[in-house]
């Protein structure tokens, strides 16, 4: 069975701190892997996607991709209140598929 | 960009009735759709894709009788919940895919079902 595994959290960070998000997926032929942030009572909103091994960034948000160790993470520097949401991992199916296997999400909880 | 809209937002229905959910990509044709439920505190479960112009493929264990999917044009999928029952009660969000390099999906706000 593919699986993508999340810590639930939540993960509780002060305000301006450094926020880090780990992922781990199984699926070895999974070629694309993106990060959703979910706000209670709302759909996921698309913060970033990366598609090759290394660091991806984009503002406030690196994304991190090790193929070898099947694992991808998140970073939020400069934390902020409005980040508190969970954040959801997802992973491509492998194969010809363009569907999307979820985490069940970490909850990032930023402290004033 | 890649703006996509459900309609309703909220519904609330008797048991044993049927509920149509919209799901339309407004500034971009999706060439593919999907459909997700979630219960409070889950992830996301996919239900079926759906490409314009062909059936709907679904996941293992989700009755197509039930949840009757259309993707009629390439901006617009319905999905309907028929006979809907309390179990089926949950968080029902679309999301929508173009065609291209990307395999980016981009959801729309979600629908909740509440059956009484």
């Known amino acids: 069975q593919k699986e993508v595994e999340q810590n639930s959290g939540p993960l509780s960070v002060p305000e301006g701190a450094i926020a880090s998000l780990n992922c781990t997926y199984s699926?070895?032929?999974?070629?694309?892997f993106f990060w959703y942030r979910q706000y209670s009572g709302k759909s996921p909103e698309l913060i970033m996607f990366i598609y090759s091994n290394g660091d991806k960034e984009d503002g406030r948000f690196t994304a991190q991709l090790n193929k070898a160790s099947q694992y991808v993470s998140l970073l939020i520097r400069d934390s902020q209140p409005s980040d508190s949401a969970t954040y959801l991992c997802a992973v491509t199916v492998g194969g010809a598929t363009n569907k999307l296997i979820f985490g069940t999400g970490t909850l990032l909880a930023v402290q004033p | 960009g890649a703006v996509v809209s459900q309609h309703p937002s909220r519904v609330i229905c008797k048991s044993g009735t049927s509920v149509k959910i919209e799901c339309r990509s407004l500034d971009f044709q999706a060439t593919t759709m999907f459909w997700y439920r979630q219960f409070p505190k889950k992830s996301l479960m996919l239900m079926a894709t759906?490409?314009?112009?062909?059936?709907?493929?679904?996941e293992q264990g989700v009755e197509k009788d039930k949840f009757l999917i259309n993707h009629a044009s390439l901006t617009l999928s319905t999905l309907t919940v028929t006979s809907a029952h309390p179990e089926d009660s949950s968080f029902y969000i679309c999301?929508?895919?173009?065609?291209?390099?990307?395999?980016?999906?981009?959801f729309g706000p979600g629908t909740r079902l509440t059956v009484l």
């Open positions: 759906s490409n314009e112009g062909s059936k709907a493929t679904y």
């Open positions: 699926d070895r032929g999974s070629q694309s």
């Open positions: 999301s929508a895919m173009t065609s291209g390099y990307t395999d980016t999906q981009y």
